[in-house]
């Protein structure tokens, strides 16, 4: 699979969701490429913006779509990353303001 059938792929399950990819293509297409990245590296699609442990039971939280992502597009117009975006960041209705870290510190390698 490649990045534009990755792209394609996702947006069809994710936009009827309510999430979309971020609009700044500059960005999505990279974020996208380090998915495939980690999916061949781990065996499944870590987030790219974190560093992932390995070992899928502690990376599980991060695996993208993440288990933040809901709270963060609910509340800042956009994930972590800034991969997935609500539609109002899109539109440019949002305040784009860097999204904290929801993830707990012991699970966050350093």
Do not use: W
């Not at 609009?23 to 992932?52: H, I, Q, V, W």
């Not at 070992?55 to 288990?67: F, T």
């Amino acid at each position: 699979m490649d990045v534009n059938q990755l792209y394609e792929m996702l947006k069809k399950v994710q936009e009827p969701k309510g999430y979309h990819f971020n609009a700044d293509k500059d960005m999505t297409m990279p974020l996208l490429e380090s998915l495939l990245t980690n999916k061949e590296r781990f065996g499944y699609m870590a987030c790219p913006c974190r560093l992932a442990n390995g070992d899928y039971e502690a990376d599980k939280d991060i695996i993208c779509p993440c288990v933040y992502r809901e709270e963060d597009v609910k509340e800042y117009g956009a994930c972590y990353c800034a991969l997935y975006v609500s539609k109002e960041f899109n539109e440019g209705s949002v305040e784009k303001q860097v999204v904290p870290e929801r993830r707990p510190p012991e699970k966050i390698l350093f």
